[in-house]
């Protein structure tokens, strides 16, 4: 239980709970409220692989086995035209870690946080500001979302378990009726995750958002501009949008484009391998760019293209492990840098691939999805897929397995090649 | 003599009928208000008790809609509770905690068993239908006229309704659903026992639509409507960048 509690933006937190529920509090009988709550109890189990960096687990301490109990209380209060949103997370979990030279140990950690804890004000009917942790995304496709530049992928954002972690978002939607939309959007403070490019401290970083819908709400584009006034995150241009030629089919991209890289990339420096930001100065224009096809029928499928110019060549990634795995000077700077390098995805090129069919069985209670990435730049690959199945007015059972294939020294083959997570979700 | 008097009552006659019979139009518009439509903007909170094959579910659902616009939030059952629908005319969009952001979904995706989105949503048949007064019909002892609509566009809910509207209230009282070819796909009843203010007056509001599926008797759905009232939604309450998530 160590890490109980360990959330250190908590004060933070808890003065905008508190300033918040006092002050919409003073509304009295007109203050509405509604709560709800999901507990998630699941089993994860993992077959490691036997990896180039840290093959000892000594220093990732990847558990082959957990327990995981994590209650997700959710409330929202409305007073007029402010809403408060409340989102806390408590979670415990016992893991079980394995080394190579044969132990085995069993570790308890929980922690408290907040995935969302926000105050929403419609000041008119063009006008919304809104401000607190909140999770502020869009986009067509389901993999990344490159036209915002704010918030990055995560490996585990597909997972039926996984709550993307809020920001410190200042932001005012500018709305003309349901069309049109100028959104600007400010993180002002640090949400205390890991650097997305090892190594750069927080500042503060914003973009602006346009956006226009058709009537009938099918076709749509976007436009996005953003950045930050240090060097940890790179100024972007993005776009995106989506046209559907027939009602169940539709087009989609969205993209952005950066003047050279502020990401890792590894150097050879006399026999070693160094983590460089060697794009830093480039003046070229790189593209992260996804494209995709979805068909929704009685199944909901999409395939898509991810086109990564400044990720890594295959060459590249191979260089890379050996920096973040190899005894040399660089090593205990190469392998944060490696683990966080600043690119969205590491390699160049992929294909994604979903599938999702609802309302299985003869009394329509089976939710079934199926995904796969390819990463064309080294043919390595990952499978995964999910049953989940209602269970009364209550309970949702669910069941995830994923596997990985490639080489040890491949992208999506280095870290485990098995994962199965088995359990429910209790909804009050 | 006779015979003029005969013609001059006749000529009366028709003109009063003439005068009697509103128009289509007028008839969808009266009927549309009742279930929601031609008002600034409604907010009701709706039950939907499906029946499946012997299976019984209920779901439950706050609405605030507008026009070709619905913001749905479910309310119950639990596992359920704080998912958000955002329809735009036939964009559906879906949103629950923890979700990474909104998803589209198509409009064919019902929210349960034989109620399609369009139900759940304001009525705005005179906007979306040509309609044409065919005959006229006794049901349960009530004068109706019955009204062919065919869709104006492809992306309405369906493809033809056959309308019967009380001849008297203006309210709509049963609906077939129609396929392109007038295959009929189910059958609906209304029923009216809320009440709204509107513009000052008091005006009757659907309360219950019981909704069969014409092949297969044993799916069915009741929607029941509880306390609607005429509100003024914004049209950017129904822009999905402004939606809370």
Known sequence: MSGFLKHKSLPLITQVVIISLVSISSFGDNLTSKWGLDWYGYYEGKNLNDRVVDPTNQIFELPYASVVSDFRPDGKFSFGSFDLRVQPRWEFTEDWIGYTDGARVSKAHGYFDFSQIYLNWTASDIFMFSFGLQNYQWGPAEMLSPSNGLIHFSTSQRSLIWVEPGHWLGRINISFGKNWSLIGIEELIDNRKPAWIAGSSFSPRGLVKFEYRTDDGTNYLGMTAGGSGDNNLQSWVGEYATYSPLESLSIYIDARQVRGSYAYYPETVGNFVQMQQSLYTSNQIYGLTETGLRYEGRVDSRIEYIQNDIGYTREDFTQAVRGASQLSPFLPTNLPKFLHPGLELYSQHYLYGSIRIPDLGKKKLYTVIARCLYSITDSSSTYSASIQRIWGDYVNLFLEASYLTGENNTELGFINEAELMAGMRLSF | ?245
């Open chain 2, 1 to 245: 003599m006779k015979t003029r008097l005969f013609f001059s009552i006749l000529c009366l006659v028709f003109a009063t009928t003439s005068v009697a019979a509103p128009s289509a139009d007028l008839l969808l518009k009266d009927s549309d208000r009742s279930r929601g439509g031609n008002l600034k903007g409604i907010t009701w909170d709706i039950e939907i008790k499906t029946e499946d094959d012997g299976e019984v579910n209920t779901r439950d659902f706050s609405v605030k809609a507008k026009g070709v616009d619905a913001l749905v939030e479910a309310t119950s059952p639990a596992r359920n509770k704080g998912e958000i629908f955002l329809f735009n005319d036939r964009a559906m969009w879906f949103l629950k905690p923890g979700l990474r952001k909104p998803v589209s979904i198509s409009a064919r995706q019902k929210l349960s068993g034989q109620a399609a989105n369009g139900d759940i949503a304001s009525t705005n048949y005179v906007g979306d239908y040509d309609g044409k007064i065919t005959k006229t019909e006794k049901i349960d002892g009530v004068d109706t006229y019955v009204l062919e609509l065919k869709a104006k566009a492809k992306n309405v809910t369906y493809d033809q309704i056959r309308y019967w509207i009380n001849s008297t209230s203006h309210l709509g009282v049963k609906a077939e659903f129609l396929t392109l070819q007038g295959m009929i796909l189910k059958r609906a009843t209304f029923e009216y026992n809320n009440h709204i203010n509107h513009e000052g007056q008091s005006i009757p509001f659907v309360s219950k639509m019981n909704i069969i599926d014409a092949k297969f008797s044993k799916n069915k759905s009741a929607i029941t409507y509880m306390n609607p009232k005429e509100e003024a939604h914004p049209a950017s309450l129904f822009n999905i960048n402004n939606v809370n998530r």
